[in-house]
């Protein structure tokens, strides 16, 4: 049974850094690309971050420059590595896998799902 298990969320004054994991038992985890999407209450969730199987990466306007994704295929691990946090970054963070090779920015194409982890930034 594929599971994405997503960690590292917690609570953070503004200007603070935390660091997502997302560990997958994906079979073939190095083929798919990963993804972050952020979800704040009462809006959609959106993609945040992505990095597909040649490490291409994409990233939403609103965190370049403070935010990088990586990935670990020997752990099928992938990473968000968040700083200068805002509040307007506060959601929950949800890791997600997509078997084909581009960065999809729609939540509809990607096929596996985490439960998400919680990100609050404080002012």
């Known amino acids: 049974q594929v599971q994405l298990v997503e960690s590292g969320g917690g609570l953070v004054q503004a200007g603070g850094a935390l660091r997502l994991s997302c560990v997958a038992s994906?079979?073939?985890?190095?083929?798919?690309?990963m993804a972050w999407f952020r979800q704040a209450p009462g809006k959609e969730r959106t993609l945040v971050a992505g990095?597909?199987?040649?490490?291409?990466?994409y990233y939403a306007d609103s965190v370049k420059g403070r935010f990088t994704i990586s990935r670990d295929n020997t752990k099928s691990t992938v990473y968000l590595q968040m700083n200068n946090l805002k509040p307007e970054d506060t959601g929950l963070y949800y890791c997600?896998?997509?078997?084909?090779?581009?960065?999809?920015?729609?939540?509809?194409?990607?096929?596996?799902w985490g439960q998400g982890t919680q990100v609050t930034v404080s002012s």
């Open positions: 997600a896998a997509d078997w084909r090779l581009r960065i999809a920015m729609d939540r509809s194409s990607y096929d596996y």
């Open positions: 994906l079979p073939a985890f190095n083929i798919y690309t």
């Open positions: 990095i597909s199987r040649n490490t291409d990466t």
